[in-house]
């Protein structure tokens, strides 16, 4: 569940509570721990009326594992329902607009490793870098020749790869083989390079269509909709990135694969 789909704090809430084990058995205790409050109150703010404070409201964000942005829209929302006036309403209204467009972007969404421009214009002028990196990650590390096999890249060109890779820390090396140094590295959606970092990969889509391969998963359905379930599906598709994302950076390195993802408006908006 993404903080940002609420937009009240105590649906949020509630939904957490009852998305916890055992159906969330317990856990308006511990909020009452966490807020330096009794359950009777608890209870009267999420079931009733009354409304947490702020110093309330920032003392719950960790038991909810909220990190900074997520923190900041969360008080904008208790701010938003404890407004007294029109005008002062509307005031936050624009702030948690602005918040949660800040945390539909996936950029602020998963902790990434930095390169520079010039390192990511060396990194993202082909597939190949992207998938030296990957692929050193199968069975706990791969020798030079069994990536250069492989993947179908010439030996000469993936030592200079993984030369390159080790230098800016994205993999290290260990009794012959190399290995992860950095398991996740996100491009910015408004950096000059996205355009050829998805060119590269539809690309290989497409070889991997030609090729036929029965374990592979391929889409395309343009559809007609409401505005708002249009919303309601991007911001589900984000959800389903980052929690794909955070799966992924734990599971173990058994296989290699690729997910291009497009959501667009078809003609003029």
């Excluded at 084990?21 to 511990?30: F, H, L, T, V």
């Excluded at 009777?40 to 909220?66: C, D, M, N, W, Y």
Aim: charged share 25%; proline share 3%; aromatic share 10%.
């Amino acid at each position: 569940m993404s903080t940002f789909e609420y937009k009240s704090y105590k649906k949020f809430v509630v939904d957490w509570v009852e998305s916890q084990p055992r159906r969330g058995y317990g856990q308006y205790s511990k909020i009452a721990e966490a807020i330096s409050s009794t359950s009777v109150i608890v209870s009267q703010i999420f079931k009733g009326s009354r409304h947490l404070t702020l110093e309330q409201s920032l003392k719950l964000a960790p038991l909810l594992s909220l990190n900074p942005l997520e923190t900041e829209y969360f008080l904008a929302l208790v701010q938003w329902e404890r407004a007294g006036s029109f005008d002062l309403k509307r005031f936050f209204e624009h702030q948690i607009a602005e918040l949660r467009s800040k945390g539909l972007m996936i950029r602020n969404r998963i902790e990434h490793h930095q390169l520079t421009n010039e390192d990511k214009m060396i990194f993202y002028s082909s597939w190949k870098y992207l998938a030296v990196w990957l692929c050193a990650a199968l069975d706990n590390g791969r020798s030079a020749p069994q990536i250069s096999n492989e993947l179908d890249i010439n030996e000469k060109q993936t030592l200079e790869i993984l030369n390159f890779l080790l230098e800016k820390g994205l993999l290290v090396r260990k009794n012959g083989k190399f290995q992860l140094g950095q398991k996740v590295i996100h491009l910015s959606h408004d950096s000059p390079y996205i355009l050829q970092h998805h060119l590269n990969w539809r690309f290989k889509a497409l070889q991997a269509m030609e090729n036929l391969e029965n374990d592979s998963l391929h889409y395309s359905a343009p559809m007609s909709l409401s505005v708002e379930l249009s919303d309601e599906l991007k911001s589900e598709l984000v959800e389903f990135i980052q929690k794909m994302t955070e799966r992924v950076k734990d599971s173990k390195s058994q296989t290699l694969r690729c997910l291009n993802i497009d959501w667009f408006t078809v003609g003029s908006p």
